[in-house]
C-alpha cells in the first residue's frame, strides 16, 4: 500500500520509561468507540488525497501528514481529544516536496523530513510547543533526492535514521537532543550507489535497527548496539529488508522480501530467535509490517489472493486479528484497502484507508479490553 506522498536502575533508560509509562497510563483516556476514523483540517478528498498517519504517542497523541486538494502535503498532529495543529517546516515545498512526520516519541515530539524546492530532503525536529528545527547530518547530499530518508525517535530526544551523500550512498546517523550529530556505517555495507546503511528506528537504549546493502546489493537486517558493534541478522531466503523496528526490551519486528514479490513478516527476539509469518489468507505479495510497541505487538497490512489490503495487528503471542475499516475500497487488483502504520504501548494502532474515490482517511483503532 503506498502512503500519500510517496511520489526507533535509578537514572538508567528502562527506570524513566517505566515511569514514564506508568504515569501516562494512569492519565490515558481510552477512546470511547473502538474505530475512530478522523481527517485533518483541509485534507483534500480526490485521488491520493487526505490523511495518513506515521505515528502515536503513548498518551495518544497521533501525527503524519495530510495532503489537500491542490496536492500540497503538510504535517499534523492530533490530540487524544481530536484537536488538530496543521503545519510546514521552514524551507518545506508542500506541492514539489513536502513537510512528513515519520515518528513522535512519548513526549510528543515529532521527527520527520521535508523536500524542499529543489527536491532536496532535510530532517526536522518539533518540539511539542511546536518549534521546529531543520538539520542535514554532516556529509548528507544536496542533489535531487538526495539527504535524509529514513528517521526514527526515542523518548530521549536522540533522532535516527539514515541518509545518502553526493554518491547516493547510505549512512546511518544519531542526532543527540542537544544537536550533536554521530555518523556511522555498518562494516559490511557497500560503498555503490543505493548500497550501505539504512537506519530506520531508535530504542531508549540506543539500539538501531534497519537494514544494510552489501557490495552485491544483497539486503541484511541492520542491529547496531550502544557501544557500536553490528551483530546483523539474516533470514535464509530473504532478498531485501522493507522494514525493521526494535522496542525497549529488545525485539525487533519488521518484514523482509522473500524472492521477487512475497513479503514475509518476522519478529525476532533478544536471544537471535527468528519467527516468520505471514498473516492469514496472506496473498502472493504477503505481509507488510510498519510498527512495533513495548509489549511485542505489530501491526501492518496483509495483501489477499485478490490483491486487497487488510489491516492486522499480530500479538507477541502469535495471534494474528484482522479487520478492514468502514467505507475501505475493495477493488481487486488496486493494492489498496486499509493498513496499520503506528501503534503505542497501550496497543492503539493508527492508520489509513483509501475509500471508492482513491481519498485517504485517517483511523484509531483500540483493542478489546
Not at 502512503?3 to 524513566?16: N, T
Not at 544494510?212 to 532478498?239: E, K, V
Not at 522473500?258 to 536471544?271: E, H, S, V, Y
Not at 477493488?331 to 501503534?343: C, K, N
Request: with cysteine; aromatic share 12%; net charge negative.
Amino acid at each position: 500500500m503506498m502512503l500519500p506522498h510517496a511520489s526507533k536502575f535509578a537514572g538508567s533508560p528502562l527506570f524513566v520509561i517505566l515511569g514514564l509509562f506508568t504515569a501516562l497510563t494512569v492519565t490515558a483516556q481510552a477512546p470511547a468507540q473502538k474505530l475512530t476514523i478522523f481527517d485533518a483540517p483541509g485534507a483534500g478528498t480526490g485521488p491520493n488525497q487526505g490523511t495518513s498517519p506515521s505515528g502515536i504517542s503513548l498518551g495518544g497523541t497521533i501525527t503524519g501528514n495530510l495532503t489537500d486538494s491542490g496536492y500540497g502535503t503538510h504535517g499534523f498532529v492530533r490530540t487524544p481529544e481530536g484537536q488538530f495543529t496543521n503545519f510546514d517546516a521552514p524551507g518545506a515545498d508542500p506541492v514539489a516536496g513536502c513537510t512528513c512526520p515519520t515518528a513522535i516519541n512519548d513526549f510528543g515530539v515529532v521527527t520527520g523530513y521535508l523536500i524542499d524546492t529543489s527536491l532536496v530532503v532535510h530532517g526536522f525536529v518539533r518540539a511539542r510547543d511546536g518549534k521546529i528545527t531543520v538539520f542535514d547530518p554532516p556529509g548528507a547530499g544536496t542533489g535531487v533526492y538526495q539527504g535524509v530518508q529514513l528517521l526514527g525517535i526515542n523518548n530521549f530526544g536522540a533522532v535516527a535514521g539514515s541518509y545518502t551523500d553526493g554518491n547516493n550512498v547510505a549512512h546511518g546517523f544519531v542526532r543527540a537532543a542537544d544537536g550533536k550529530f554521530t555518523v556511522f556505517d555498518d562494516p559490511a555495507g557497500g560503498t555503490g550507489a543505493f548500497q550501505g546503511t539504512w537506519a530506520y528506528t531508535i530504542n531508549d537504549f540506543g539500539v538501531i535497527v534497519g537494514a544494510t546493502t552489501y557490495s552485491d546489493n544483497s539486503s541484511h537486517g541492520l542491529l547496531r548496539t550502544f557501544n557500536g558493534s553490528y551483530p546483523d541478522f539474516q533470514f535464509p531466503t530473504a532478498t531485501n529488508y522493507n522494514t525493521a523496528y526494535i522496542n525497549d526490551l529488545g525485539v525487533i519486528a519488521g518484514s523482509y522480501l522473500q524472492g521477487a514479490t512475497d513479503f514475509i513478516g518476522f519478529q525476532r527476539t533478544p536471544d537471535g530467535k527468528m519467527t516468520e509469518y505471514s498473516a492469514p489468507g496472506a496473498g502472493p505479495l504477503g505481509t507488510f509490517v510498519f510498527a512495533l510497541n513495548l509489549e511485542g505487538t505489530a501491526t501492518g497490512y496483509v495483501e489477499d489472493s485478490n490483491n486487497e489490503a487488510h489491516s492486522f495487528v499480530r500479538y507477541a503471542s502469535g495471534r494474528i486479528v484482522e479487520f478492514d475499516v468502514p467505507g475501505q475500497m475493495h477493488v481487486p487488483g488496486t493494492g489498496l484497502g486499509s493498513s496499520g502504520l503506528a501503534i503505542n504501548a497501550l496497543g492503539q494502532v493508527a492508520g489509513h484507508l483509501h475509500d471508492a474515490g482513491y481519498a485517504v482517511h485517517a483511523y484509531l483503532w483500540q483493542p478489546e479490553e
